[in-house]
């Protein structure tokens, strides 16, 4: 039996911090199914070691909120690609990828990549990007790829709020 | 409707068209800039690891917005592709008050003597239009000298041997060291090279009333947050707005200069900020829209005399579209080499611009500008997996850990590397768009494999316990440094400007940008680009007087 998803945990969550900005419960791209296997994947691009991995600190929350912007002209791709995903994950091990176990899925994985080139290459791109790239963008979450790479995570220094455009001349 | 007539429209508020509008509202003209982008301030792109000039795939905070602007980019094999502003094949340069020099990291280079001359030292290899310029060094100099004094900037290029004789040294001092400096420094040394402190358009010290940098990371790219980096729109604009004789209209895309019967323009039509096209009269015309988007209008201006645009009597305009190769050495080390203290890139070398053994040019040599995380995502040994455990493992070892050393490797222009008008495509104000196609000659590619391996040396010199380099291919060049479309010569067959920029055979426009140079430096180009605008708006003001 599946355990209760990360989803409808923080579903509740959103729920119980309502007035906060929009978190990693209400998708607004991707379908459950599409949000499992997606995550399954950027679990094996940036794994778990002894720091926290992709999916764990929201990349899946990053591409999403990215397919709903600048990304929408991705969503197709992600779509299709998904789709192959899981079929190529059935068909190799009778299973939907996020309830197999590591090795299996990283054989998919693997595979993916071999099969399916480009969609592979811009899933490790947007997966790195919300690793690696600003929190703001709902991976990174805490700042987690910065602590690992012992970067300081949020300097104060020059930190100036402004906005030209409310002061027009000044 | 006709708005009321002025001395002179200057296309595109960048480095070159800020320089062009303070020294004619200056000198007592009338001038309206004219800017498709906006004012923009570090409050547009939040020191956005994600989206800025750099690194644009979330947008280009800097313009020109991806919903209204397409190109059309043909690669090597032929495919037509229709690219946003975000993609890298754009070719994007920034569309606001200022343009690239709000976001550059600010590198303030001199050409040398010798780049002025690359034809007559070296010969041109096959297939290019490799050519001298028809200005030499010394035409420049003192124009150098009043951007570099007006606009600020700081270094120390006395300890390179090679550079060009001055008459007058900077006018600050540079900035301290950061870590790679003090690695490499010694290290070049020891290889019996003259490295030297990177010229750049940046506060060490207050000047011109604004403060220093203070060190971040977010630099090039990325709007400076204290205003330290010196750019036409905190300088030379500003100061042409003051005198009262210049107005600045932005969101205003220009569509068509207008001549009349005789090949003299007499108007500039433009979509103002509410996409009503409108009609601004005017005695001369400076066009500095950068190299890509100077052509296009050029092409878009069809008249009688010009049936095939201004200035493209010889099928000249829009060709030779060149930037730099850039080759990049990266190494390794057992100990902490980041330090967090900004903008990173602080030394370099010319020891290899000139004098390369069976080679035309070379590069200046520096250090890389800090590294984002997500830019360092980039820069993995060729046979350490791009994804997995053993991926993550590297960003965790080296990230602190690494320095690259790049050059702008001066490449041989080639006539089929072009920007022209795509028959297809239109933008949304429905004036059709650039089209590249063509691609980077071989012998660009050779110099930049043999740069490259100085700058591997040098880290392996420095302790780089690992070295690698990637060099670009055969691929288009452009991008930020996109120079080249709109010759400058003597002979009208073979440019479309003279030595003053003037447009040979249209008596009243000028080209103020990157698109004039006839090769392109082993250097970072904006300090030539606001230099000669310097000069193109002395020789304006002194034809007037005359």
């Not at chain 2, 059309?72 to 946003?84: I, K, M």
């Not at chain 2, 010394?138 to 600020?152: I, Q, R, T």
């Not at chain 2, 009349?260 to 900020?273: E, F, I, P, Q």
Request: charged residues 25%; positive net charge.
């Amino acid at each position: 039996m599946r355990k209760p998803s990360r989803r409808s945990f923080l579903a509740g969550a959103v729920l119980a911090t309502a007035g906060c900005r929009q978190d990693a419960g209400a998708r607004l791209a991707l379908t459950g199914d599409e949000t499992r296997t997606l995550n399954a994947i950027c679990d094996q691009l940036i794994p778990a070691d002894q720091d926290p991995g992709a999916a764990a600190t929201g990349a899946v929350v990053f591409i999403d909120r990215q397919l709903a912007g600048p990304y929408r002209r991705y969503r197709r791709a992600y779509r299709e690609g998904l789709v192959r995903t899981a079929a190529l994950s059935s068909k190799m091990f009778g299973k939907p990828l996020d309830q197999l176990a590591g090795e299996q899925r990283l054989a998919v994985v693997e595979r993916i990549e071999e099969d399916a080139r480009p969609f592979f290459e811009m899933v490790l791109a947007h997966t790195m990007q919300g690793f690696y790239g600003s929190p703001r963008h709902g991976g990174n979450r805490d700042y987690a790829s910065w602590r690992m790479l012992r970067v300081p995570a949020s300097p104060v220094r020059g930190r100036i709020q402004y906005d030209l455009r409310q002061g027009k001349g000044s | 409707m006709a708005l009321a007539p002025v001395d002179a429209v200057v296309i595109g508020a960048g480095a070159g068209g800020g320089v062009i509008a303070k020294e004619l509202a200056c000198a007592g003209l009338r001038v309206v800039l004219l800017e498709r982008g906006r004012w923009v301030t570090a409050w547009d792109d939040h020191k956005d690891d994600l989206r800025n000039q750099r690194t644009s795939v979330l947008g280009a905070p800097f313009g020109p917005d991806d919903e209204r602007n397409p190109r059309v980019a043909v690669d090597r094999r032929g495919r037509e592709l229709v690219v946003l502003p975000s993609d890298g094949a754009y070719s994007n340069n920034a569309a606001c008050v200022g343009s690239g020099t709000v976001s550059y990291g600010a590198m303030a280079w001199r050409y040398m003597a010798q780049d002025f001359r690359m034809k007559s030292i070296y010969g041109c290899p096959p297939g290019s239009t490799l050519d001298d310029w028809p200005i030499t060094y010394d035409d420049l100099e003192p124009f150098y000298e009043k951007a570099e004094w007006e606009m600020g900037v700081s270094g120390d290029v006395a300890p390179d041997p090679f550079h060009a004789p001055r008459r007058r040294g900077l006018p600050m001092p540079p900035l301290p060291p950061n870590r790679e400096y003090e690695i490499l420094k010694p290290a070049a040394l020891r290889k019996g090279w003259h490295p030297f402190d990177i010229p750049m358009l940046r506060n060490s010290v207050p000047y011109n009333g604004r403060g220093p940098c203070m060190r971040c990371r977010w630099c090039v790219g990325f709007a400076c947050e204290v205003n330290a980096k010196n750019g036409t729109q905190n300088t030379v604009i500003p100061t042409a707005l003051a005198t009262g004789l210049c107005e600045l209209r932005t969101d205003a895309m220009a569509k068509e200069i207008v001549l009349d019967a005789r090949g003299h323009a007499t108007a500039v039509t433009y979509y103002d900020a509410d996409d009503r096209p409108q009609t601004q009269p005017a005695r001369l015309v400076v066009v500095s829209a950068g190299a890509i988007e100077t052509a296009r209008l050029l092409l878009n201006s069809k008249s009688r005399l010009h049936p095939h645009g201004l200035g493209n009597r010889y099928d000249w305009v829009g060709r030779n579209l060149q930037g730099h190769a850039y080759p990049r050495a990266v190494g390794l080390f057992d100990f902490d080499t980041y330090d967090d203290v900004g903008p990173g890139a602080s030394i370099a070398i010319c020891d290899f611009n000139h004098g390369n053994p069976g080679l035309r040019g070379g590069a200046m040599l520096a250090n890389e500008f800090i590294r984002l995380p997500i830019q360092f995502t980039g820069m993995t040994p060729p046979d350490t997996p791009r994804w997995g455990r053993a991926n993550k493992d590297y960003m965790r070892q080296f990230y602190r850990r690494s320095i690259a050393v790049m050059g702008p490797v001066q490449e041989m222009p080639l006539f089929e590397a072009r920007a022209e008008l795509d028959p297809r495509i239109k933008d949304f104000w429905g004036i059709p768009v650039a089209r590249l196609s063509g691609g980077r000659h071989p012998h660009s590619v050779e110099v930049a494999r043999a740069v490259v391996q100085k700058a591997a040396e040098w880290l392996q010199e420095a302790g780089a316990i690992r070295t690698w380099t990637n060099v670009p291919g055969l691929d288009l060049s452009g991008g930020q440094h996109q120079a080249g479309t709109c010759r400058m010569g003597n002979d009208p067959k073979t440019s479309v400007v003279d030595r003053n920029c003037r447009i040979h055979e249209a008596d009243n426009i000028y080209i103020a940008d990157a698109s004039v140079h006839v090769t392109n430096g082993g250097f970072n180009p904006a300090l030539t680009i606001l230099a000669n605008a310097y000069r193109v708006a002395a020789a304006i003001v002194k034809e007037r007087h005359a």
